[in-house]
């Protein structure tokens, strides 16, 4: 709940009271004449005091609980209802031994292709707030690490517990995407997107890539293909006797392949060699898929006049009593 005034700009008015007050402290008061003053001042203790201003207390408090009444002092919240028909997203990353290769950065340090796919990954994911994305590990296999969710934070817990052979040191491409086409396939959404990222090309037997992209592209299913690695012989870390020794291998970018699955699914295929490229790989694939959200807000009001009009008209009441009876004055 939240608390606003509907006329806040009658407050001003308070600028009036203040002065009628600060007046009618300084105003000399009204008297009569009487040859025996001094007489009656002793016999009233000396003058009325505090006591003799009560009435103008209880006018002042009243005139400021009637110009915040004016005001309209609320309690409101807001209900949005949200209208997005969404875009269903699958997440296909290769995590086998290529990716263990230590040619991207984080923060000026080197990590593994994986480490920083996780991290970019993580980002985009909290970007698309609105949309359903699963995510489906492979290697010499191909898994479902998450079904389509709306649960974000699973969804980046899963990916952050993604490990370098946790599927395979292979390439299954082809069963990648089949089996994200098939966690898309029967769904209804407003666009249906698979996203494959690899270092390698295929280095398993079973459906090939360019087959599964058109089982995809048959379904409507819009795939873009990401390529990770650059031209140079990447640097693996080995396990030697001695620890760990860094070599360069090279690594087998199938960029062909890739670039034609991407085309027969009617996506785009990138090539990221570095962290700053991955990243706006999926920040340019974040912009062509937009999600159309349109949010109706609903106000809900209370309306808090009265816990200051009854004082108001207490405080009036008092005032009242007091000048007729107890404080009465003459004239």
């Not at 009325?48 to 915040?68: E, F, K, N, Y």
């Amino acid at each position: 709940m939240m608390f606003r005034l509907a006329h806040p700009v009658l407050l001003s008015l308070l600028v009036i009271v203040f002065t009628w007050l600060v007046w009618r402290l300084t105003r000399k008061p009204v008297g009569i004449t009487f040859s025996m003053a001094d007489t009656l001042a002793q016999l009233s203790g000396g003058g009325h005091g505090l006591v003799g201003h009560i009435p103008l207390i209880l006018r002042t408090g009243c005139l400021v609980l009637l110009v915040l009444t004016a005001a309209r002092p609320q309690l409101y919240n807001v209900s949005r209802d949200i209208d997005s028909p969404g875009v269903d997203i699958i997440l296909c990353l290769d995590t086998s031994g290529s990716m263990q290769a230590l040619d991207f950065t984080i923060g000026n340090e080197p990590v593994s292709r994986l480490a920083a796919v996780k991290k970019v990954v993580t980002d985009f994911i909290e970007k698309r707030d609105m949309d359903r994305i699963g995510l489906v590990v492979f290697g010499t296999q191909a898994f479902t690490q998450s079904p389509l969710t709306l649960d974000k934070g699973l969804l980046m817990d899963l990916v952050k517990r993604m490990k370098i052979g946790m599927a395979g040191d292979q390439t299954a491409i082809g069963d990648a995407i089949a089996l994200g086409g098939k966690r898309l396939k029967d769904l209804e959404a407003k666009s249906k997107i698979l996203i494959l990222l690899t270092d390698g090309r295929q280095t398993t037997d079973g459906l090939t890539p360019s087959d599964a992209a058109d089982a995809l592209q048959a379904l409507g299913i819009k795939i873009y293909t990401i390529g990770v690695g650059g031209i140079d012989p990447a640097p693996f870390p080995i396990q030697t006797p001695f620890g760990t020794k860094i070599v360069r291998q090279k690594v087998d970018l199938d960029e062909k392949t890739l670039r034609k699955v991407a085309g027969i699914g009617e996506g785009q295929y990138f090539r990221a060699a570095d962290t700053d490229r991955l990243q706006e790989i999926y920040a340019i694939i974040d912009e062509q898929e937009k999600t159309e959200i349109k949010v109706k807000e609903f106000f809900h009001f209370k309306e808090l006049y009265p816990f200051f009009l009854i004082p108001a008209i207490l405080l009036l009441a008092a005032d009242i009593i007091l000048r007729t009876t107890l404080l009465r004055t003459i004239p």
